[in-house]
Structures are given as structure tokens and as C-alpha cells.
């Protein structure tokens, strides 16, 4: 498992160019005109680890698997998108199905590039979009609402509840406040989740900046950064002009010089994966052997049974314990063999939550 981040914004703002840096593709078309993308193009990338070779090597292994992130160009929104302007029912429609949302908001002056509102204004742009999800999470809880009112007459509980829920949140809706999910028990917020919300899912905001502030930013960014901070968004600096530069080389060792060229320390698909992540809360551990080692995706505070129902879903069913070993103590003891004899190597059982990093071998038994 990995996840899906659907990349969003205004027309014009990089959005394509971006992703077909990140995704090292052509997929996507680059134009100067709104609706240059009409249907997401989708671009799986192998999320980068620089622990998956040395735990490889170690393992002697025939294949090396890492774990892959979704990316998903989405066609420009635009002011009216929640009553049908543009592509707007189109563009909401693929946004619900993606775990994350990476927001690309322009802050460069290009006079060359046309800007929908003729205007260089980043925090404009937001609330645009954001008006737009507010507006459709609206109308979705409305309709939702509506359904289960009829449905109520018949004195179920927990329809009341969720009536009760759905309120409260077109409350908050409507005065553009940000959804607050700890207000919520954990059976409200399994409710919640049904309802697949745009306006619940974690964002990222992305500054496209121009090639002289993709180190520090510049005074638009620096705007986004401070609404991303008060709105607790994560938020990361890229040049999809450089990006898409840097993508059209062949050879890493010389996309690497290029960017430590540029005073930067990671690659823009190493940011957002990192800021991704962060916001969904994610893992890696990792299997190794000779046949092959491999990165799996969980959730942070995931047990061990759960965690090996990744790989299939009898270990799941079946789980008897999992042999685990830190990343640290496999790469110190060069192995499986050498962390045993070391004593680094744990039975874990069923209450065990699984680490970052941890190498995990599953025994169970169906």
C-alpha cells in the first residue's frame, strides 16, 4: 500500500509541469490555457529510501521492491466549480478519491503565462478553491442529510446521531471555519469518514516559485507559508520549471549534483512524499531475504497482525508471532543471523506496534 495525492489549483499554475517532473513522464499536457488537463492523469512513483539498498545488499536479494505513491493531476478548478463551472463536478469527483490533496499555488510573476484573475495573488487562489470544496462538501452533506431525515420518521437512534453530526459539521461549513475532528467520538468520526468529505482530507500546499527563490521562497510564498502554518497545512517550496529540467536527465548521480548545485537537500519528490507522509500518518518496515526485499506501507500505531495482513491477508488470520529486528541492529549485525546471535532479534506478538524501520519476518499458521 501506498497512497493517492491528488494535485490540485487554479489554472495555470504548474500543476501539470509539476507532475510531470515528479512522475518523470509526459503524461500530462503543459499549455498556456485553462483545462489543458481534462481527465487526471495518474503517474505511480517509487517512494525513494535510501535504507531499502543497504538492507538489499545485506540481504543478498534477487529483487528490491519499494513501496509506490499515486500521483494524480487534476484539472484546473475555477470560480463556480461547485455549480458546474469549468469541469467542476468532474475536477470535486476525482478529489474525493484521493487520500491526500497537494495544493500548487503560483507565487512567481511570469507575464508570459497567463493567471485566470489577470492577478499574482496566492492567498486569493486558496480561498477560491477552498470556497469551492466547502461549497460541494455542502451540498454532499445536505443531500445526505435530506436521505436520512426520511429515514428518521422511523425512530432510529443512530440516524438521529448522524443527523445530529452532519449538522454540526454544515455549522462549521458555513462559517468557513476548519473541521476540528477531536470534537468528535471515534464512532462520529467512522461516520464522517463514510461521507467522504474534500474538506476533511490533509492538504499540502506547494509554492511554484521561480528558479532564483526555490532556496528561501520569496514574499508570496512566504504568505502561503504563514496560512499553512495557522491552519496547521504542511507546506514545502518547488520550481516546477527546474523540476522538469532536472527530469529530463537521465543519469541520478547528475540530477543529484545539479540540486546540491542549487543549495537544495532533497529532490521535490522527496519533499512531498516526506510532507506526505507526515500527513497521513505513515510507515515503512521492510521484509528481507534472499529472494527479495521489500518496503510495506502502514499507518503510525499499527499492530503487528495488521501489519503483516499487508502482505496477505491469511498472516492476518492466522498470526502466530512476528521475528522483528531494528533497522539500526540489522545493518550493525550485517543480518538476520548476526541480530539473533546479538540478541537483537524479538518474538512480537499480537500487541505489538510496529516502528519505522523495523524488519519483520511473520509466522502464522491457517
Not at 513501496?67 to 461547485?82: E, N, P, Q, R
Not at 422511523?154 to 455549522?171: A, P, T, V, W, Y
Not at 520549471?241 to 519528490?269: C, H, P, R
Not at 497521513?280 to 521492510?286: A, G, P, Q, S, V
Request: net charge negative; glycine share 6%; charged share 25%.
Amino acid at each position: 500500500m501506498g497512497f493517492k495525492c491528488g494535485i490540485i489549483g487554479l489554472p495555470n499554475v504548474g500543476k501539470s509541469t509539476l507532475f510531470n517532473a515528479l512522475t518523470e513522464s509526459n503524461k500530462a499536457e503543459a499549455a498556456n490555457y485553462p483545462f489543458a488537463t481534462i481527465e487526471p492523469n495518474v503517474g505511480r512513483v517509487a517512494v525513494p529510501d535510501k535504507r531499502l539498498k543497504i538492507l538489499g545488499e545485506i540481504g543478498k536479494s534477487e529483487k528490491i521492491i519499494p513501496s509506490y505513491m499515486d500521483f494524480v493531476d487534476i484539472a484546473g478548478l475555477v470560480k463556480g466549480a461547485s455549480q458546474g463551472e469549468g469541469l467542476g463536478n468532474k475536477f470535486l469527483g476525482h478529489i474525493r478519491e484521493v487520500d491526500a490533496i497537494a495544493h500548487v499555488v503560483r507565487c512567481f510573476e511570469d507575464e508570459n503565462i497567463a493567471h485566470v484573475s489577470n492577478t499574482i495573488n496566492p492567498l486569493n487562489d486558496i480561498e477560491t478553491i477552498n470556497t469551492e470544496l466547502q461549497l460541494a462538501d455542502i451540498e454532499t452533506l445536505e443531500t445526505k442529510r435530506n436521505s436520512l431525515e426520511k429515514k428518521s420518521k422511523q425512530g432510529d437512534k443512530i440516524i438521529k446521531i448522524q443527523i445530529s453530526i452532519i449538522e454540526k459539521l454544515l455549522e462549521n461549513l458555513n462559517d468557513i471555519d476548519l473541521l476540528v475532528k477531536n470534537e468528535y467520538s471515534e464512532a462520529d468520526n467512522l461516520f464522517i469518514k463514510t461521507l467522504n468529505l474534500i474538506t476533511t482530507k490533509p492538504i499540502l500546499y506547494i509554492c511554484n516559485v521561480d528558479e532564483n527563490s526555490v532556496q528561501n521562497g520569496n514574499e508570496l510564498s512566504k504568505k502561503v507559508k504563514e496560512y499553512a502554518a495557522k491552519n496547521n497545512h504542511n507546506f514545502v517550496i518547488v520550481s516546477a520549471s527546474i523540476e522538469s529540467q532536472i527530469a529530463e536527465l537521465v543519469d541520478n548521480e547528475e540530477k543529484l549534483e545539479i540540486i546540491k548545485e542549487m543549495g537544495l537537500n532533497d529532490t521535490t519528490l522527496t519533499k512531498i512524499i516526506k510532507s506526505g507522509y507526515d500527513l497521513l500518518n505513515l510507515i515503512n518496515y521492510f521484509t528481507c531475504g534472499p529472494k527479495e526485499t521489500r518496503s510495506w506501507t502502514i499507518n503510525k500505531n499499527t499492530l503487528a497482525p495488521q501489519a503483516a495482513g499487508k502482505i496477505h491477508s491469511d498472516f492476518e488470520k492466522g498470526f502466530i508471532r512476528a521475528e522483528t529486528i531494528a533497522y539500526e541492529d540489522f545493518i550493525k549485525f550485517k543480518g538476520e543471523v548476526g541480530s539473533r546471535d546479538a540478541g537483537k532479534l524479538r518474538q512480537e506478538g499480537k500487541d505489538y506496534i510496529v516502528k519505522n524501520g523495523d524488519v519483520m519476518h511473520f509466522l502464522f499458521n491457517v
